[in-house]
């Protein structure tokens, strides 16, 4: 069964680095999506993103953020300049449709800020 | 704003017993509502989507149901197993205003113990 994939599985970096987050959406989905759970708490939304522009962002998704489709399996999310508040898991996922279909997630990758 | 709530918290039951989790919103003009389990650590994992035009969608073991009206849901989970320990997630899409942004509740921490 197709699956999304998201490397690393967990990244630990110094307060100010930038770091990528991959994605691997499934194959035929056209919307994606990055969500962010800080431990213990909400899953919150950060981003969607079709046709190669986002479609809809959170308050949370600053200019610190920005995503990618560099190529056509490829999803990135990148932090520019980390803050210890952007540890969390980070989740990827997609969907063929973007109001009325499941969303298929990724495992996830732990970023861990330091 | 959209607030979704999910009640109880956690609980713990013995093997067989069958459960109702609950999830209610605040905002009634949804597209939709998506039920996930998320094992600890791990991503989410869609368990059953319910459009707003629907009342129920049954899965195996599992029926969820909407009262799009009252702003509610609930998850059913027959015969529970030991398996079915995990956290339950139900995320509610669209609002007043039209936006797709999903909202999640904290989610009902479920044990289940043979």
């Known amino acids: 069964e197709p699956e999304v994939t998201q490397t690393p599985s967990h990244q630990v970096t110094q307060m100010g680095q930038e770091v990528i987050l991959r994605c691997v959406p499934i194959?035929?989905?056209?919307?994606f999506y990055w969500y962010r759970q800080i431990l213990g708490q909400k899953v919150e939304f950060l981003v969607s993103?079709?046709?190669?522009?986002?479609?809809?962002k959170s308050e949370i998704f600053d200019d610190q953020f920005s995503v990618e489709r560099p190529d056509g399996s490829n999803f990135t999310l990148k932090i520019r300049s980390t803050k210890l508040e952007d540890s969390a898991m980070y989740f990827c996922?997609?969907?063929?449709?973007?109001?009325?279909?499941?969303?298929?997630f990724g495992p996830g990758t732990r970023l861990l800020v330091l | 704003k959209q607030e979704v709530t999910q009640i109880p918290a956690a609980l713990s039951v013995p093997e067989g017993e069958n459960l109702v989790l609950n999830c209610s919103f605040t905002?009634?003009?949804?597209?939709?509502l998506q039920w996930f389990r998320q094992d600890p650590g791990k991503g989410l994992t869609s368990l059953l989507l319910?459009?707003?035009?629907?009342r129920e969608q049954t899965s195996g073991r599992l029926n969820a149901s909407l009262d799009k009206s009252s702003g509610r849901s609930t998850l059913y989970i027959a015969a529970s197993q030991p398996g079915d320990s995990a956290t339950y997630l139900c995320?509610?899409?669209?609002?007043?205003?039209?936006?797709?942004?999903?909202?999640f509740g904290r989610g009902t921490s479920l044990i289940v113990h043979p």
């Open positions: 996922a997609s969907s063929v449709g973007q109001r009325q279909e499941t969303q298929y």
């Open positions: 194959s035929n989905h056209l919307y």
């Open positions: 993103f079709y046709n190669n522009e986002i479609s809809e």
């Open positions: 905002d009634s003009a949804i597209y939709n």
């Open positions: 319910i459009q707003s035009s629907q």
């Open positions: 995320a509610v899409r669209g609002g007043t205003g039209g936006s797709y942004i999903p909202t």
